[in-house]
């Protein structure tokens, strides 16, 4: 994000601010001192492993339970002291959507309709043409696949015309094609104006669908920020491609920079694949480099290229966590 995009960013209004939110469960504490916002327009990412304290921070969110500590705020109201105030800017999907499976996608939504003031057969008409399932809308929804299913229950998320939509591992069972199209959905709302919360344990769908994340661990937030961000403020990784590779790397460990022996510890699979055998992966600070290219061709060494190599999310979780599981 470059500086004008943050300014564009701390411009935009606050949709759900959370602070110091803790739940404890008998003598366990399930979520620990949790604090982020999510502001109009942006897709913000909850990332954490299953068992993290995600579903549970979601269901504070949403006055499902009660926090032990802690304050959430949506549109400015405080969701404990005037809940209804609050969750009428909200359309939410904890776990999985519910829906009356002998009955067809137009009748659900007709019968949520009616528990929202306002709620018309024009704006049915709608959000079924928002989550493209006008085709199928009349048929009975145990014939929808998943991914159908998915869309008819955020299509009742959105028919109180929410500021805010809250999605609780929304990609979960999907094939590739579905995620896809869930991913290009839930971008749209966003450009909107939509604030969406996406709480997964997919690093993959974060890193391409989110513009900031939290990352929770044990009910506690490790970091949030931007993906970009978070991964450029990681370990720096260089590659270079040199011959002869053994004095080229001899040099670099003269100049103090640390050579990376087993690389396949460190960088994944798709980094990986892109990096020839004979090239010399080193962490180091990249504002070097160009002092350090000449040094190389003085002494002999043909630099073939150079490429700096941002760690992914994952590799960023793994780091932070000490290695706790997380696909």
Known sequence: MNGKQAAASDRKKAVLSVQGLKKKI??????????????????????????AGKTTTIRMLVDLIRPTAGKVEICGYDVQREPESALRYVGSIVE??????????????????????????????????MVGLKGRIHDKVKTYSLGMRQRLGIAQALLGRPKLLILDEPTNGLDPKGIKEMRGFIRRLAEEGMAVFVSSHLLSEI???????????????????????????????????????????????AEGIQIIEHVEDILDDAIMAGISDIAVVTQMNPEQIARIIPGLVEQGVRVGAVQKVNPTLEQLFLEMTEGESIE
Request: hydrophobic share 40%.
């Open 26 to 51: 008998g003598q366990k504490w399930i979520v620990h001192d949790v604090s982020f916002q999510v502001n109009e327009g942006e897709i913000f990412g909850f990332l954490g492993p299953n068992g």
């Open 96 to 129: 999985n959507p519910e829906v009356y499976t002998y009955l067809t996608g137009w009748e659900n939504l007709e019968h949520f309709a009616r528990m929202i003031p306002g709620v018309d057969r024009s704006r049915i008409a709608e959000v079924v043409e």
């Open 207 to 253: 890193q391409l669908l989110c513009e900031r994340v939290a990352i929770i661990s044990r009910g506690r937030v490790l970091a949030v920020g931007t993906v970009e961000e978070l991964i450029s403020g990681s370990s720096n990784y260089v590659v270079w491609e040199l011959e002869p590779r053994e004095k080229g790397a001899s040099i670099l460990s």
